[in-house]
Structures are given as C-alpha cells and as structure tokens.
C-alpha cells in the first residue's frame, strides 16, 4: 500500500473551499460588525462565537448522518456539493443585501443561515480523508490536506490585499469584489472533487486491500472473537487517551483562534497599523504553515505524531509570548509569524488523524464531528472570553492570553498515549516517493 498523492490533492479541494470562507469569515467579518454595525468588541466576539455554538449540534449531527448515508455519489459528496451551493448564495445575499441594508436583525439572521449552511458539510467533507486513505498513511495525507487548506486560506489573504481597499470610512469599505472572488473559488475546487473523485468505487478498493484498518477496528475484533456480537465500548486506556486528546484540542484552538479572530483588530488599536497590514503578518504565516506541511508529515513519521505536537506547541507558545513583548510593530514580527505557522502545521497534521486511529472506519464521520465538536467549543469560548479582556482590560492582552492556553495544551497532550501510529519503516529512501496512479 501506497499513499495515492494525486488523489489526497484532489480530495483537499474541498478543504480548500472551506478554508478559503472562513479566512474570510475570521477576518473580516468582525471587522464589519465593528464599522458597520458599531459592535463593541464583547458583542462582536458572541457574534463571532455564533458559528461554533451551531457547529457543537451541527458538526457531530451531519458526521454521524453522512456515516450512514449511501447513494450513488458515495456518503460524503451529496452534503459536500448541497452545502457549497447554498452557501455561495448565501454569502452573495449577506454581502450585497444585507451589510447594505445596516439592519443588524437582517444581518445576523442571513449569517445565521449561512453558518448552517457551511455546517451541514464540514465534516462530511473532512471526513472523505480517511475514508479514502490507507490508515497508516493517514498523517500524511492531512499533511496535504491542510496545505490545500492553507492554500485557500492565502488565496483570500492575497485577494484582501488586491480586492479590498478601505475606505477614509470603513463603513463604506466595498466587499463585493472579494466576495465574487470568494464564491468563485469555492464553486471551482468543489466541482473539481466531484469530478476527479469517485467516493464509493475508491473506497471499495482500499476496503479490498485491508487499508482501512485502525485502532478502533484492533479492539473491536477482541471484542467479536470473546462475545460475539462486536457492541463494545472503547477500552477505559484508549477513552482516556482520548479525552485527554480532545481537551488538548480544545486548549490549543483556544490559544490560536484568539489571535485569528483578533488581529485585525489588535494591529490597528496596539501598533497603528492600517489598510488591512495586519493580512501581511497573516500570510508569512499561512505560507510558513504551507512549506512546513510536508516536511513535518515526514518528521512525524519518524518521531510519532505526539512527539511532534509537543514540539509544535512549545513553538507556537513561545513565538505568541515574544510577540506580545512587541510595543510597536518591527518586521521581524514576521520572523515569529512564520513560526507560529509551523507550530500549527505540526499541531494540525497529526491531531485530527490520532483521533481518527481511536475510531472505527464505519464511524468516522461522527468522530469527525466530535474533534470539531471540541475546536468549536474553544471557538465559541474564546471569542466572548478575550474579547471581554481587549475591551476591559487592555488589547495587550491577547498574546499573554494565547500563551497560558497553548502552554495548557502541552500538560493535557503529555497524557495522550494512544492514536501513534506510524508507516510501516521503508527499505529504501526512494520508496519514500512511491506514488499511486
């Protein structure tokens, strides 16, 4: 068994869409509810806290729902290509009818409904990963996947740089060329996985080839060959492991989204930075993230996925603790930025498929659902938590902040001891590219 390269590309597409809308989303969208709407920064952080409260029932629901769906295109794709299509309208009709209409009611209902929208497909979309990945090679793959993410998110991030020029009154601020280019580019990658991927024919051929073998499945055989019937819980060691993982998870997006969510912001209010600057920082980033995807999937499959999560947070901590020691803005900020981009790579590419180990292959859309139940759960917290400090307590808040909850994550991962798994070791360095056609 092979890692397929083209086809994990090709599947990423759709992370790609999903990503590039909500660079978007964390980006400005607090930005609009601040100028347009003259939100304070507690209020505009429960209104950014809004998706990730509908994604707690949502997320885990259309996971579970899409496990035992079957139709002609497969599970996945009919939540994929209904939930793109309507939220591309959506986001046209929040855009263009209601931040012109500056009802707020009218605002928040039409984002509202897109937020559904968007959730109805998140984890089936995630979840076509593993469904169509050889379980050793599973690290890997997100490692392509979560460029293809990156890349969507960079996608946005140069269009904000060429599309989007604020006006002397922010207010007035004209988001519908990035909106057109936004839709475009999610209407364009979703169509290129409906055409390329063939959900139930790949999957019968990985089923064929025993690829799809995880931890999940290990017990379950224990279970079956001593009752017989196969309806067992998971092992108290292995739930434990678990738990522990999904609470680093939590911690981790905790740190991370409160910087996303509020540097635009903190730019302006801290360093007196203007004319959307704050999308440079952001870019050496997400673009330190891109480069590091592959190399790291390659490091951790030689120091274990855990390993190399610990080591991706102690530097994720330490570049948000200098960064916040910062009293003006110095290019070397983006020294620090890029770092923190690869700390995330190493964090993301190897979390998401530790829980998929602990999952059976029949179930994994709802553990899909139950990672992001807790990323969102951080994201409905942190939100409302330090926006309540930037605005009553100071915005130098905010680094500090990101700090204390990454070094947390640190302590609950070091309780992790399951979800490990590594590719079977190469014979040769060359096999290391094998691709399957």
Same mark, same amino acid.
């Given at each position: /068994?092979?890692?397929?390269?083209?086809?994990?590309?090709?599947?990423?597409?759709?992370?790609?869409?999903?990503?590039?809308?909500?660079?978007?989303?964390?980006?400005?969208?607090?930005?609009?509810?601040? &100028?347009?709407?003259?939100?304070?920064?507690?209020?505009?952080?429960?209104?950014?806290?809004?998706?990730?409260?509908?994604?707690?029932?949502?997320?885990?629901?259309?996971?579970?729902?899409?496990?035992?769906?079957?139709?002609?295109?497969?599970?996945?794709?009919?939540?994929?290509?209904?939930?793109?299509?309507?939220?591309?309208?959506?986001?046209?009709? +929040?855009?263009?009818?209601?931040?012109?209409?500056?009802?707020?009611?009218?605002?928040?209902?039409? $984002?509202?409904?897109?937020?559904?929208?968007?959730?109805?497909?998140?984890?089936?979309?995630?979840?076509?990963?593993?469904? +169509?990945?050889?379980? %050793?090679?599973?690290?890997?793959?997100?490692?392509?996947?979560?460029?293809?993410?990156?890349?969507?998110?960079?996608?946005?991030?140069?269009?904000?740089?060429?599309?989007?020029?604020?006006?002397?009154? %922010?207010?007035?601020?004209?988001?519908?060329?990035?909106?057109?280019?936004?839709?475009?580019?999610?209407?364009?990658?979703?169509? *290129?996985?409906?055409?390329?991927?063939?959900?139930?024919?790949?999957?019968?051929?990985?089923?064929?080839?025993?690829?799809?073998?995880?931890?999940?499945?290990?017990?379950?055989?224990?279970?079956?060959?001593?009752?017989?019937?196969?309806?067992?819980?998971?092992?108290?060691?292995?739930?434990?492991?678990?738990?522990?993982?999904? $609470?680093?998870?939590?911690?981790?997006?905790?740190?991370?989204?409160?910087?996303?969510?509020?540097?635009?912001?903190?730019?302006?209010? *801290?360093?007196?930075?203007?004319?959307?600057?704050?999308?440079?920082?952001?870019?050496?980033?997400?673009?330190?993230?891109?480069?590091?995807?592959?190399?790291?999937?390659?490091?951790?499959?030689?120091?274990?996925?855990?390993?190399?999560?610990?080591?991706?947070?102690?530097?994720?901590?330490?570049?948000?603790?200098?960064?916040? $020691? &910062?009293? #003006?803005?110095?290019?070397?900020?983006?020294?620090?930025?890029?770092?923190?981009?690869?700390?995330?790579?190493?964090?993301?590419?190897?979390?998401?498929?530790?829980?998929?180990? /602990?999952?059976?292959?029949?179930?994994?859309?709802?553990?899909?659902?139950?990672?992001?139940?807790?990323? /969102?759960?951080?994201?409905?917290?942190?939100?409302?938590?330090?926006?309540?400090?930037?605005? #009553?307590?100071?915005?130098?808040?905010?680094? %500090?902040?990101?700090?204390?909850?990454?070094?947390?994550?640190?302590?609950?991962?070091?309780?992790?001891? #399951?979800?490990?798994?590594?590719?079977?070791?190469?014979?040769?360095?060359?096999? #290391?590219?094998?691709?399957?056609?």
């Amino acid at each position: /068994m092979k890692l397929n390269y083209k086809r994990t590309i090709l599947i990423g597409f759709a992370f790609f869409s999903i990503c590039a809308f909500w660079q978007f989303y964390d980006n400005e969208i607090p930005k609009i509810l601040k &100028y347009t709407f003259n939100l304070g920064e507690t209020a505009t952080g429960v209104v950014m806290a809004l998706d990730n409260v509908l994604a707690l029932f949502l997320l885990p629901f259309f996971g579970s729902l899409s496990d035992r769906m079957d139709t002609r295109m497969g599970k996945r794709m009919p939540f994929i290509l209904l939930g793109t299509l309507l939220s591309t309208i959506l986001l046209f009709v +929040l855009i263009t009818v209601a931040r012109p209409s500056r009802s707020l009611p009218f605002f928040i209902i039409v $984002l509202l409904l897109l937020l559904v929208a968007m959730g109805t497909y998140r984890s089936p979309a995630v979840s076509l990963m593993p469904d +169509l990945t050889p379980a %050793p090679f599973r690290s890997s793959a997100n490692a392509i996947i979560n460029l293809m993410g990156t890349l969507g998110g960079i996608y946005i991030l140069v269009m904000i740089k060429f599309l989007l020029k604020e006006a002397a009154d %922010p207010a007035q601020t004209n988001y519908i060329p990035l909106m057109l280019s936004l839709i475009g580019i999610m209407l364009v990658a979703v169509l *290129v996985v409906f055409v390329t991927i063939d959900e139930k024919k790949i999957k019968k051929k990985i089923e064929k080839e025993g690829g799809l073998h995880s931890l999940g499945e290990t017990f379950e055989e224990g279970e079956d060959k001593a009752s017989g019937d196969g309806k067992q819980d998971m092992p108290k060691d292995v739930k434990r492991s678990l738990l522990f993982l999904l $609470l680093s998870v939590f911690l981790w997006f905790t740190a991370y989204n409160a910087v996303t969510t509020a540097f635009s912001r903190f730019v302006v209010e *801290v360093w007196d930075l203007h004319d959307n600057a704050y999308a440079t920082c952001l870019l050496v980033a997400t673009g330190a993230a891109t480069l590091s995807y592959v190399p790291i999937a390659l490091i951790s499959g030689k120091l274990g996925r855990k390993k190399t999560i610990l080591i991706g947070i102690c530097i994720m901590a330490a570049s948000f603790i200098i960064t916040g $020691l &910062y009293p #003006h803005f110095s290019t070397s900020i983006n020294i620090f930025f890029a770092l923190v981009g690869i700390g995330w790579a190493a964090i993301n590419v190897n979390s998401y498929p530790m829980v998929v180990e /602990m999952s059976k292959s029949g179930d994994i859309g709802k553990f899909t659902g139950t990672y992001y139940t807790f990323s /969102m759960a951080a994201q409905v917290f942190t939100p409302i938590f330090s926006g309540f400090l930037l605005e #009553h307590v100071s915005y130098k808040t905010l680094f %500090p902040y990101a700090f204390i909850f990454s070094a947390l994550a640190f302590v609950t991962m070091l309780m992790v001891k #399951h979800g490990d798994t590594r590719p079977d070791k190469k014979k040769t360095i060359l096999e #290391h590219f094998d691709v399957d056609d």
